[in-house]
């Protein structure tokens, strides 16, 4: 028979008992020499702040960098006249343009999670400056392309400042400051043609990339002196680094949902301002300077994203989708209806361009709380789905107006933003299937109040400590691949093993409190 003995200070246990005895208490004979002290750690320098200057700073920095992007679309013909060449031709520099443009989301993005993305700005600053710089000069047509193709590749500055916005905003601001660099980074892309117009219409063109060059040097200088230098969070080779986009792109599911509903709004806008140019020739008889002044409408529309961004840090970002896809259906009816008539395409223009700037700004606040350590990534596969919705919409846009007209046109405009409401509605922020508007056996209306994804970012990382721990300064610190592993916390259960990331924490934390 089993028999223990126990003492107020240890436990003799027989050789039946399958316990293991306990470790002896610690002696001061017995314990290890002391160790000499270490000195404390440094103290950390504190994580630099985002102010109100600084983001309008930032913003007119995207609005001057991109619209190195949209120069030419004014100049053309004159562009055509000085090689000699027609405007088939001709067009094809704005061909290479835009698929440089492509080529630096795609390929130079993704750095900012690799390099520190002062660094990587700086840089495209100053190769940004040379070559516009150098293409006044140019006196061959293929060198002018090349080097319209550079000034594409490495006019991407805004699409890496917008990550880092975001990592300096707190989660309370972060739609608003984004939605600041939206503003700046659409104002520049209309504002370049009107500029450029007005400019060519009384100066040769070369005139236009002299202000340009000009505009560069300077953000280049500002820049230098007022973007913080933040450390980058995993070290990561470049191509691991691509290898990732397609893992990420997988992985988040609110990424994937984004992505097809701004790849259908950005073909909608694109849509509508390739055929306004030949509408408001048709119908109204206006040229091209004309023509370029409209414009200012979509920029009134435009200066509206901090307001949407801040609508969407208060009330959630998901709401601010649906009511920005509400106003997009009533801006196409409208002018669809009323298109002979001047004062429709301006208050249609204007809540277009009002509701596509609500779409972008939540969207950006729901991908960017996903994944901290990722950002400049989920950036670049966002706007490559953006860039092909808008090569869709422009070449669709021209085509159907050639073919049908204003009407037709605006009317596949609608079928485009249909999709998107489909798309949006397949899965609300709380559900975790793809049944639209289920919840977890709750309504629809459930999660349209969520501000953010259920089970993103730092909540995950916390709640999952074998896939990532969380950093000092509140991001999750990733492992070797440079992303934090969103796997599901009960693997006993086989339910709980097709949840995603943003409905983990709904379910996992139910399904706890039953066991």
């Known amino acids: 028979m089993t028999s223990s003995t126990i003492t107020p200070t240890t436990t003799t246990t027989t050789a039946d008992d399958p316990s293991p005895p306990p470790p002896p208490p610690a002696d001061a004979s017995t314990s290890s020499p002391a160790q000499p002290e270490q000195p404390p750690p440094p103290p ?33 013909p004159q562009l055509g006249t000085s090689f000699s060449v027609d405007s088939g031709t001709i067009g094809l520099v704005g061909t290479v343009t835009q698929i440089g443009y492509a080529c630096g989301l795609l390929f130079i993005c993704p750095l900012g999670d690799m390099i520190r993305r002062r660094t990587v700005v700086l840089v495209l600053c100053v190769l940004l400056t040379g070559a516009t710089v150098a293409l006044p000069f140019v006196r061959w047509l293929w060198l002018f392309k090349t080097l319209s193709f550079f000034i594409g590749l490495v006019s991407v500055t805004p699409q890496i400042m917008i990550p880092l916005v975001a990592d300096l905003s707190p989660d309370a601001r972060r739609g608003k400051a984004v939605g600041m660099i939206v503003s700046g980074l659409m104002l520049g892309i209309l504002g370049s043609r009107v500029i450029s117009g007005l400019v060519a219409r009384y100066q040769q063109w070369e005139v236009v990339y002299y202000l340009a060059a000009a505009l560069n040097a300077s953000v280049t200088v500002v820049l230098f002196f007022f973007l913080p230098a933040i450390p980058c969070r995993q070290r990561i080779g470049y191509p691991r680094l691509m290898g990732s986009l397609w893992q990420i792109l997988r992985d988040e599911v609110v990424l994937q949902q984004c992505s097809m509903v701004i790849l259908l709004v950005f073909a909608v806008f694109q849509l509508f301002w390739t055929d306004l140019t030949f509408h408001l020739h048709d119908t109204f008889g206006y040229d091209s300077l004309e023509v370029g002044l409209f414009g200012f409408v979509g920029m009134a529309g435009i200066c509206a994203a901090p307001i949407a961004g801040h609508i969407g840090d208060r009330s959630g970002p998901y709401i601010v989708t649906v009511l920005g896809l509400v106003l997009l259906t009533v801006s196409l009816v409208i002018m669809s209806i009323w298109g002979p008539f001047l004062a429709a395409i301006i208050v249609g223009g204007f809540v277009l361009d009002l509701s596509f700037q609500m779409v972008q700004v939540s969207n950006q606040i729901r991908i960017y709380a996903l994944n901290p350590s990722a950002r400049s990534r989920i950036t670049s596969v966002y706007m490559v789905s953006a860039f092909l919705g808008g090569s869709m919409g422009s070449a669709a846009g021209s085509s159907v107006y050639d073919s049908h007209g204003w009407v037709i046109a605006l009317v596949m405009g609608l079928a485009w933003v249909a999709l998107a409401v489909l798309v949006l509605a397949a899965r609300t922020p709380l559900q975790r299937g793809i049944v639209p508007g289920w919840c977890r056996g709750g309504k629809w209306w459930k999660g349209l109040d969520v501000g953010k994804e259920v089970g993103s970012g730092t909540e995950m990382a916390k709640r999952q400590g074998s896939a990532g721990t969380v950093g000092e300064d509140g991001g999750a610190v990733p492992n070797g691949d440079g992303l934090v592993k969103h796997d599901v916390l009960d693997t006993q259960d086989a339910d709980l093993q097709s949840i995603r990331v943003d409905g983990a924490s709904t379910a996992t934390s139910e399904r706890h409190d039953t066991t």
């Not at 985002?50 to 700073?57: I, K, R, V, Y």
């Not at 995207?62 to 053309?76: E, F, G, P, R, S």
Request: overall charge positive.
């Open 44 to 76: 950390s320098s504190p994580r630099p702040t985002l102010t109100l200057a600084h983001n309008l700073l930032y913003a007119l920095a995207a609005c001057i960098t991109v619209a190195n992007v949209y120069w030419y679309q004014a100049i053309l």
